[in-house]
């Protein structure tokens, strides 16, 4: 578990870097990534607060996006497959202040391998409603945002 998630911490740093800056700027970590969950962890500093000393919404999304984007990664890579990965939409219920590190939770792994495999003998787009929890685990275990993304995959190959 360990490499993986160190694996896993080096994919999105090069990912933050080559491809999308906002991710690399916001230093998200993984603390768990398992087949079934993924936990990513941002932390509370200078960059990631709002003028109230919370998290900024848009550093809420920048970690749900991640959440769910990494979690579909492995089994996109281990289908062998060239499935691209698109998000649909994003619905967010921000529910109390982040004023701590915000840790990222998506226990949707499962599902995810399952859509994969559909995706990969398909031609279609299939979509997931991926379910994303953020909670501030140095405060309360209370969950502080809920989000809702639709995982959107097409095989390309």
């Known amino acids: 578990m360990i490499s993986r998630v160190k694996n896993t911490n080096r994919l999105i740093r090069l990912f933050g870097l080559t491809k999308v800056p906002m ?12 087949d079934e969950k993924i936990e990513i962890k941002i932390p509370l500093k200078r960059r990631t607060k709002n003028h109230l000393g919370s998290m900024y919404f848009g550093v809420l999304a920048v970690g749900a996006d991640i959440t769910g ?8 890579q281990e289908s062998g497959r060239k499935i691209a990965l698109i998000f649909k939409d994003f619905k967010a219920d921000f529910l109390k202040r982040p004023e701590g590190d915000v840790h990222f939770i998506c226990n949707d792994g499962l599902a ?14 299939h979509n997931y409603k991926l379910n994303i929890e953020a909670v501030v685990p ?17 095989d390309r190959t």
């Open 112 to 125: 995810i391998k399952e859509l994969v495999d559909t995706v990969a003998n398909s031609t279609e787009r």
């Open 138 to 154: 140095s405060i309360s275990s209370e969950v502080v945002a809920k989000f809702e993304l639709t995982l959107s995959l097409k």
């Open 69 to 76: 984007g990494f979690l579909a990664m492995d089994p996109i």
């Open 23 to 34: 991710i690399w700027y916001c230093r998200p970590k993984v603390i768990e990534h398992t």
